[in-house]
């Protein structure tokens, strides 16, 4: 850090504009935000540009989708979607989420439950899912019972699979630290190999959600109209692309802040360890 | 000299503590150890000392009851191993800290799983964290510490359960050379001050005779007794004079000789 600044101390007398590149530099390198922060205004801005020239008539510009989705807010429009979106989606995760990490935990301990239920979950995962989501529909019609279903379809495979081989992988030599100290087989679960497991069963969480995100708009595009995917179905078919492109915005926003939100809160409950540098 | 002679005299010569009889290991393919017998007799630094690979970290680990033998048996007070038991406590050469837990937790972690309450279980460990010179550190995590200092972890873990037979499996590998002579003089200091039994594995023959009252040579895989040495080295002198004593310097001479035709 000393040497660069050093050799480049005299540089801005004479060309000003590296010294500011230099300055800006470190400030973004002390603040990390700083560059995600930049990143998206310089999106934002390409966008806008893009919007202007314009690519397709279809493309709305950056302000343009943002004063859409401000009014979606005010006339409740969004919330009602929101509404009818997320119910299925909460419950399907938390269906996925439950099942799913105590599923992969019996199937990394046991070999008969991994015999039994690893094939089901491979096939499961590598299936192309969203030609199978309209199939729901001749058996589960078309309510909330056919959302939730597509929601765990594409959700359970990755969290099962990742809780399963992370318990598989659960390093060896504190499972027999744990042992060498009388720990019982329950200890040994809860205290060594959960805990050591936790990362990568976080890790297939936070894949399943957002696999459920996915699973829960393809329903509303693919089988019912209604929440989110209806107001992008219904935006386009009347060439509303402002308000189209700001639900997908919504949807992608959403389902941003719900991945950080269970990443803090994984490093706060599991890793304490994960919060200092 | 005096003290020495007092501990002689309170501890019976010929009381073994762990006995190892007609111990055989064979993994699938490979011959591990072959026919071991030894005794580890009470409040005594015995040590195992081999080339790499000739089993000795296999042999600890049997008579911990973390692995079963092929054939042969492990007593220990007597009483024939089945698996891990309170009387005896491993120090693992990889440390196997948990790196969730504050250096608080990983010490006390053998009180927890007996189910010891926390306030109790942590004035034993901060007691032993201070023994070990990590006073300061409870709260840090072991990535944050150094490969010495985590080890000091795992060695203060194992002391908490006061365990009568303390298994160590090259503690100082992991550690800079400095640092390695100086928990040598801690471990000497420890071993003085808690009257256990230890079983030290090394492969360093300098460490070996360094620390030990006895020497167990293993001879290349697969492993056997070869030879048993005991240095007679005066302990009550400085560390420094120790290192330039006639007796240490013989000791690692004679172990060398005996193991230099592995080498070739
Ligand atoms: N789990 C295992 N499976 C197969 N072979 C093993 C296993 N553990 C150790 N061995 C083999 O047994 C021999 C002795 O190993 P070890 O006890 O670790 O030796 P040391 O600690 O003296 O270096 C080595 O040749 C090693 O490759
Ligand atoms: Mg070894």
């Known amino acids: ?54 690519i397709s008539y279809a493309f709305p510009t950056f302000s343009a989708t ?44 046991s070999r008969m439950a991994e015999w039994l239920a690893a094939p089901l979950f491979v096939v499961l995962q590598a299936a192309p899912m969203a030609a199978l989501i309209p ?31 992370a318990v598989r992988n659960a390093n060896p030599s504190l499972v027999a630290m744990c042992r060498s ?65 700001a639900a997908v915005v919504s949807i992608i926003l959403v389902s941003t802040l719900t991945l950080a939100a269970l990443e803090s809160f994984e490093t706060r409950l599991l890793r304490p360890e994960k919060r200092r540098g | 000299m005096a003290h020495l002679a007092v501990a002689e005299a309170a501890i019976p010569a010929s009381e073994t503590v762990v006995a190892v009889r007609g111990i055989c290991k064979r993994y699938s393919e490979v011959e591990a150890l072959r026919l071991i017998d030894l005794d580890f007799p009470r409040g005594k630094l015995t040590t195992l000392l081999g080339p790499s690979g000739c ?10 009851g973390l692995i079963a033998a092929s054939s042969g048996e492990v007593r220990v007070n007597g009483k024939p191993v089945t698996g891990p038991g309170p009387e005896r406590a491993f120090v693992f050469q990889d440390f196997a800290l948990m790196p969730w837990a504050t250096v608080m937790r990983n010490v ?41 200092m985590r080890q000091r972890v795992g060695l203060a873990r194992a002391f908490a359960v006061n365990a009568e037979v303390l298994l160590l499996d090259e503690p100082f590998s992991a550690v800079d050379e400095q640092n390695r002579r100086k928990f040598q003089e801690d471990l000497l200091r420890l071993v003085d001050k808690e009257r256990k039994t230890f079983i030290f594995v090394t492969h360093s023959i300098e460490e070996a005779v360094y620390v030990s009252d006895r020497i167990v040579l293993l001879s290349r895989r697969p492993g056997r007794v070869s030879q048993i040495i005991e ?23 004679e172990i060398w000789q005996g193991l230099k035709h592995y080498v070739d």
């Open chain 1, 1 to 54: 850090m000393i040497a660069p600044s050093r050799v480049g101390g005299p540089a801005p007398a004479v060309h000003p504009p590296e010294g500011l590149g230099a300055s800006l530099g470190r400030l973004a390198s002390r603040h990390p935000v700083v560059w995600r922060l930049s990143s998206l205004v310089l999106f934002f801005l390409a966008w806008e540009i893009a919007g202007r020239v314009p």
């Open chain 1, 66 to 109: 943002l004063v859409a989705l401000v009014s979606m807010m005010a006339d409740g429009s969004l919330f009602v979607a929101y509404g009818s979106t997320l119910q299925p989606l909460v419950i399907g995760i938390a269906i996925s989420g439950v099942v799913g990490v105590v599923l992969g935990i019996v199937m990394g301990l």
């Open chain 1, 135 to 165: 199939l729901i529909t001749f058996v589960y019609g078309i309510g909330l019972l056919a959302k939730t279903l597509a929601v765990i379809m594409l959700a359970l495979p990755v969290i099962v699979l990742n809780g399963y081989k």
């Open chain 1, 181 to 245: 100290f009388q720990g019982t087989k329950l200890q040994q679960i809860a205290k060594i190999i959960v805990p050591d497991a936790s990362p990568v069963i976080f890790a297939g969480l936070r894949l399943g959600l957002a696999a459920g995100f996915i699973g829960v708009i393809l329903a509303e595009l693919l089988i019912t109209p209604t929440g989110i995917g209806d107001l992008i179905t219904y935006h386009r078919s009347v060439a509303n692309y402002a308000e189209m492109y």
């Open chain 2, 55 to 64: 089993g000795k970290t296999t042999l600890l680990k049997i008579i911990a």
């Open chain 2, 108 to 148: 006390a972690f053998g009180l927890e799983l007996q189910g010891m309450g926390k306030a109790e279980r942590q004035s034993i460990a901060r007691n032993y964290i201070a023994e070990v010179g990590l006073t300061g550190f409870e709260d840090k995590y072991p990535h944050e510490l150094s490969g010495g």
């Open chain 2, 231 to 253: 240095p007679r080295i005066d302990r009550t002198a400085s560390p420094d004079a120790i290192r330039r004593d006639q007796g240490y310097l013989d000791t690692v001479e």
